[in-house]
């Protein structure tokens, strides 16, 4: 200790220098120290947080494809339901109840639908014929009693207002200008029943423009020559009755030529 003492009296500038420097090293070893104990906690929070992100991450993704599953579910089974079904009891005696218990149910079925995913293009074209098929089954039932041509138009607007917004998304389509050159047909014969027979002579040429300028593209969808048929057929019908002789036969002419190509047996209606 005398030895200390005497070596820093002798030593005070070297010493304190000293010192000083020692206390700045332990001084900053222990700030260094601190720091990385600090990192070292966030790297692992942040290591727990990620695990729980991760985590968050794939319920999610399980959950998407489990909803995806029961979406995909549910349009497969109104679409079976509203086409097959409907097809297979069509003929069967009293099935008249049955046909406005699918009517009634096919409408929930799609409003589910379009709720769920109204900005699907695929799915909003499929809503668009599940409504003209519950058009077709409100209008057409085997009592005349029980058929509702206002119902079934007011679907048939649903329907179009689906295919003309999809039409303004993308006016090439074929598959929806197939849809609403179908539709429209539809809805002429429709008018005819009610007697707006203007408004629907309107549609009839809307929708034999839609469906002669497919046949020109060369469109071949299932349906198609049977349903160009019918139109041409129409509307030769309606040139007939006001005199229009010449188109008349030009208009019944293509359409016995798209019911022979298209094997249709039913394209000489009885409208």
């Not at 849809?179 to 203007?198: C, I, P, Q, T, V």
């Not at 034999?208 to 509307?235: I, K, N, V, Y």
């Amino acid at each position: 200790g005398y030895r200390v003492r005497t070596f820093v009296r002798r030593n005070r500038l070297a010493v304190g220098l000293a010192s000083a420097a020692l206390v700045a090293l332990v001084a900053g070893f222990a700030g260094t120290l601190a720091m990385y104990l600090e990192s070292d906690a966030q790297a692992t929070l942040a290591g727990e947080r990620l695990l729980d992100v991760q985590a968050a991450q794939a319920a999610e993704a399980r959950q998407r494809e489990h909803a995806e599953r029961r979406f995909a579910d549910l349009r497969q089974l109104a679409s079976q339901f509203l086409f097959e079904f409907h097809d297979t009891i069509a003929d069967l005696p009293g099935a008249t109840v049955a046909r406005e218990l699918i009517v009634s149910t096919g409408l929930t079925y799609l409003d589910l639908l379009a709720e769920e995913r109204s900005d699907d293009p695929g799915l909003r074209l499929d809503l668009a014929r599940g409504y003209r098929q519950i058009a077709n089954l409100r209008k057409s039932t085997s009592s005349a009693s029980r058929a509702d041509p206002a119902g079934a138009l007011e679907t048939l607007e649903r329907a179009r207002a689906l295919l003309e917004e999809l039409g303004a998304a993308n006016a090439t389509d074929p598959a929806v200008r197939f849809e609403l050159g179908r539709l429209l047909s539809e809805r002429y014969a429709l008018l005819l029943d009610l007697g707006r027979n203007e408004e629907a002579a309107g549609d009839l040429e809307h929708s034999a423009t839609l469906m002669t300028a497919l046949a020109e593209e060369g469109f071949g969808a299932d349906e198609f020559s049977a349903q160009l048929a019918r139109t041409l057929l129409w509307r030769g019908r309606l040139a007939q009755g006001r005199g229009a002789l010449e188109e008349a036969r030009a208009d019944m002419t293509r359409a016995l030529e798209w019911a022979r190509r298209g094997q249709v047996v039913d394209a000489a209606d009885d409208r």
